[in-house]
């Protein structure tokens, strides 16, 4: 069984960096084809995808975030992280990790997602 | 800049049909896009419903179908039900560059 969770501060303050942890079971993210994507969506708006590493460290990156993204795994523990600097209160969402796979680009298994509001 | 479109907003009767698409704001869909689709009802995480154009992810009802309908991806639901009452998102893969770009989603009612 796969499950995958999110987590991380439900606070940051405009200009800090924000560090979000998923950590997952029931696969490895030293299998071949298997990746892990970042997803968020702001209150009452569409998803928006962030960021995804597959299992050879290919990092993907959202063009228009993609100077502020930083995603790594930690095989060993499982986890996968991904910090985004200089927040804004427009990156108020809510923020999924999700299983990818690498042979048809699609994410399969999704966290139950993490909020994470920006506020002085 | 590219747009992945999807109709704001829809409805259907309960047992009756409905088609919801996504496009492009430039361009046509094909499967080479991977079009894939997700639900998510208020408060919940996405669910994966269908993946690389027509493939229902584990546990979906055969209600539930996609495919390419001329220019577009397409989500076919058949014998609506209550429960089907959700937000529709699809997702397009734009290639290494742009990667995935998502919908806007489609919010469907049941009435």
């Known amino acids: 069984q796969i499950t995958l969770k999110e987590s991380g501060p439900t606070l940051v303050k405009p200009t800090q960096t924000l560090t979000l942890t998923c950590t997952f079971s029931g696969f490895s993210l030293s299998s071949s084809g298997v990746g892990v994507g970042w997803i968020r969506q702001p209150p009452g708006k569409a998803l928006e995808w962030l960021a995804l590493i597959y299992w050879d460290d290919d990092n993907r990156y959202s063009p228009s975030l993609k100077s502020r993204l930083t995603i790594t795994k930690d095989t060993s523990k499982n986890q996968v992280v991904l910090t985004m600097t200089n927040m804004d209160p427009v990156d108020t969402a809510t923020y999924y990790c999700?299983?990818?796979?690498?042979?048809?680009?699609?994410?399969?298994?999704w966290g139950q997602g993490t909020l994470v509001t920006v506020s002085s | 800049q590219t747009v992945v479109t999807q109709e704001p907003s829809f409805s259907v009767s309960p047992g009756g049909a409905v088609t919801l698409t996504c496009g492009l704001s430039s361009g046509s869909v094909s499967s080479s896009y991977y079009p894939s689709w997700y639900q998510q009802t208020p408060g919940q995480g996405p669910r994966t419903l269908i993946y690389n154009t027509n493939t229902r992810s584990s546990g979906v009802p055969d209600r539930f179908s996609g495919s390419i309908l001329g220019n577009k991806a397409a989500l076919t639901i058949t014998g609506a039900q209550a429960d089907d009452e959700s937000h529709y998102y699809c997702v397009l893969y734009m290639g290494s560059g742009l990667n995935w770009v998502f919908g806007g989603g489609t919010k469907l009612t049941v009435l």
């Open positions: 999700a299983h990818a796979d690498y042979r048809d680009y699609r994410f399969d298994y």
